[in-house]
Each structure stands twice: as structure tokens, then as C-alpha cells.
């Protein structure tokens, strides 16, 4: 009997380590649950951040391009303005400069052509092609193909067109002849 008992008294602590083992296993599984359900949110939360500040930043970056297109469309529109003064200012520049107190020939000897170059200076022993700029301006590619044909020698000539009763004609006098009746 006594080992009867003593199995029956064994049989019971097994059925309350078991008990207790299904308890604190039932304890484990309801804390795994919850810490999963908590990553699971925390997870979640932080994607939905993400996602909302994805999409502010593509909220601002329209906002952004929307402002950078007005300020280059405002850039443009001051460049085109200040671009357009330039001209004008050359333009006056042009016309002032024969007339100013550095221009070293006589003034009332200089005869402007306006294109492609600014004008003509004439003085006792020489003819001079002027090119009055203003600012930064360069010349331009015709201009500069003028300068450099009259850096050759023998390029420039002098003509006489004579219209008349009996039609026009063209003389030119190239070789230096001064036979014209003109003289």
C-alpha cells in the first residue's frame, strides 16, 4: 500500500507540475502573442511614418519645382530686360561717343554707317572705320572679317557711280589713277 500511495502522491505532483507547466506555457504563449502583436504595431506605425513623410516630401518637392520654375521664368524675364538696356545703352553710346570730350578726331568728320560698322572717321591723311562698344560687347563675326581684310594691303578702293541722262556707271579707280573728270 505504501507504494501504492506513494505512486498516487507521485501521479498528483506530476498532474500539478503539468498543470502548472500548461499554465505558465499558456502565460509564455499569451506574452509571445502580445510582444508580437506589439512588433507588429510598432512595425506598422513605422511604415505609416515613413509613408507620411514620403509623402510630405513629395508634397514639397512640387511645391519646390513650382518655385524654382517661377524663379527662372523671373530670371529670364530680368535677363531678357537687362539685356534689352544693353542694347539701348550701346545704341546711345554709339551715337554719344564722336561727340564726347575723349574722342580724339573731329567730330564733325566722322559720318556713321550704323551697319555693319559704327561709322567712318575721316581725317587729313587717313580713313578710319570706327567701332564704338560699349560695356562687355565683342565684335561681331562680320565685323571682325572687316578688320581683318583691312589689315591686308591693297583691299580697299574708291569708286565713282555716275548716274546720268544716258544711265549709270561704275568707276572704279584701284590702281591710283586720278584721270577722273571729277578732279
Not at 521664368?73 to 530686360?81: E, P
Not at 567730330?107 to 562698344?133: A, H, S
Amino acid at each position: 500500500m505504501v507504494v501504492v500511495t506513494k505512486l498516487s502522491i507521485n501521479l498528483k505532483m506530476v498532474n500539478i507540475v503539468v498543470q502548472n507547466e500548461r499554465r505558465i506555457n499558456r502565460i509564455n504563449y499569451g506574452r509571445r502573442c502580445r510582444v508580437v502583436i506589439i512588433t507588429w504595431q510598432a512595425i506598422m506605425f513605422f511604415v505609416l511614418l515613413q509613408l507620411t513623410i514620403l509623402w510630405k516630401y513629395i508634397k514639397e518637392r512640387k511645391k519646390d519645382k513650382k518655385l524654382v520654375k517661377k524663379i527662372n521664368n523671373d530670371y529670364n524675364k530680368m535677363l531678357s530686360q537687362k539685356k534689352s538696356s544693353e542694347v539701348r545703352v550701346g545704341k546711345i553710346g554709339e551715337n554719344m561717343a564722336p561727340f564726347m570730350k575723349d574722342w580724339p578726331y573731329d567730330p564733325n568728320r566722322f559720318r556713321f554707317l550704323g551697319n555693319p560698322v559704327d561709322g567712318i572717321q575721316f581725317t587729313d591723311d587717313e580713313i578710319i572705320f570706327v567701332e564704338i562698344k560699349t560695356g562687355k560687347s565683342k565684335l561681331t563675326k562680320t565685323q571682325r572679317a572687316i578688320r581683318n581684310l583691312l589689315r591686308k594691303k591693297n583691299v580697299v578702293s574708291f569708286a565713282t557711280f555716275r548716274v546720268d541722262a544716258h544711265g549709270c556707271t561704275l568707276k572704279r579707280d584701284s590702281d591710283g589713277n586720278d584721270d577722273d573728270d571729277d578732279s
